[in-house]
């Protein structure tokens, strides 16, 4: 089965930090970009950040200094530390790889299930 599967979203009071977690199901054995999105009610999806599989970061400007976006290649993960929360971080958060490599072929548009971030005040 080709999926992302995120964890560690949750309730955190503002100024404090989460970390969240993607993992590729094993059938994608290689996968370039990987990034975060995030959806607030009322609003359109938007980019959180991203990472190519040489490390080269991009970030929102909203959460640049804030989040960190890392990757451990061997295992098909990537992270998103999250620290200094504000209430408006508060959304649902979505893993994404634009193209991954199966032993049947490329693969495109994976997101995940996503994981909700409450940031409380």
């Known amino acids: 089965q080709v999926q992302l599967v995120e964890s560690g979203g949750g309730l955190v009071q503002a100024v404090g930090s989460l970390r969240l977690s993607c993992a590729a199901s094993?059938?994608?054995?290689?996968?370039?970009?990987m990034g975060w999105y995030r959806q607030a009610p009322g609003k359109q999806r938007e980019l959180v950040a991203t990472?190519?599989?040489?490390?080269?970061?991009n970030y929102a400007d909203s959460v640049k200094g804030r989040f960190t976006i890392s990757r451990d290649n061997a295992k098909n993960t990537v992270y998103l530390q999250m620290n200094s929360l504000k209430p408006e971080d508060t959304a649902v958060y979505y893993c994404?790889?634009?193209?991954?490599?199966?032993?049947?072929?490329?693969?495109?548009?994976?997101w995940g299930q996503g994981t909700q971030v409450t940031v409380s005040s």
């Open positions: 094993r059938s994608i054995f290689k996968i370039n970009t």
């Open positions: 994404n790889a634009p193209s991954g490599v199966t032993e049947k072929g490329f693969v495109y548009d994976l």
């Open positions: 990472s190519t599989r040489g490390g080269n970061t």
